[in-house]
């Protein structure tokens, strides 16, 4: 069994893993934990101790396979209990991390197995992010970013790329979100902004927006 601490630092280390495939700094960890970098040091030679992580002073850490797995084992149950939250509960879309960050270090395999089999075993969590099976698999899924799209192209939103609160409420005002289709109509040379057309409305969008919303093409 692991701590708090140490389950958040795995989750942290694997997605910062997967943004890049090279051995991940201590400063990045830093920023992702919202802490100091001689905090992280301490915490990574513990994760060593344990095998959790590769771990060399100066050139950075990587998962082991034990490693990997306890962090998305994490993952996992934080995806379900974020459905949960949605689904079961009516929470929105930009109220669930926290509580969900919460939730995710209940220790009981029966629990999480039984949650999945209540929910009909979800693919996605509400942000659209891939839920992890038992054995720790993701299904992979073909999406683009809306930025990266054509002119006439049209695909449905199925995932966003940041989770922040404000992110997810301006996304709500302007009734982008899981399951809505839209149409890419122009692409504004000056600033990358991105006008839509969404159920029969026109709205702008910035580049920076356009680049954490996920799509299958349509």
Avoid at 61 to 70: D, M, P, Q
Avoid at 123 to 141: A, L, M, S, T, V
């Amino acid at each position: 069994m692991h701590s708090f601490t140490e389950e958040n630092y795995l989750k942290v280390i694997y997605h910062l893993s997967q943004a890049d495939t090279g051995t991940v700094q201590t400063n990045a960890i830093a920023h992702g934990m919202n802490t100091k970098a001689a905090s992280v040091t301490d915490m990574l030679k513990k994760l060593s101790d344990k095998e959790l992580i590769d771990y060399i002073k100066y050139q950075g850490v990587t998962l082991t396979e034990k490693g990997k797995a306890a962090a998305i084992k994490v993952i996992r149950k934080h995806r379900l209990w974020e459905v949960f939250l949605v689904e079961k509960l009516k929470f929105k879309w930009d109220e669930v991390h926290d509580i969900a960050e919460e939730l995710e270090h209940i220790n009981s395999a029966i629990l999480v197995e039984r949650l999945d089999d209540f929910l009909g075993f979800p693919k996605r969590d509400p942000h659209g992010d891939p839920i992890p099976d038992q054995d720790g698999n993701f299904e992979y899924f073909e999406n683009i970013h809306l930025h990266e799209m054509e002119n006439g192209k049209s695909g449905i939103i199925v995932g966003v790329s940041e989770h922040t609160s404000p992110f997810l409420i301006h996304l709500e005002k302007l009734g982008l979100t899981i399951g809505v289709l839209v149409q890419v109509i122009g692409v504004t040379d000056y600033d990358g902004s991105v006008e839509l057309q969404v159920n029969n409305q026109k709205i702008n969008v910035s580049k920076k927006v356009a680049q954490h919303i996920l799509l299958k093409l349509a």
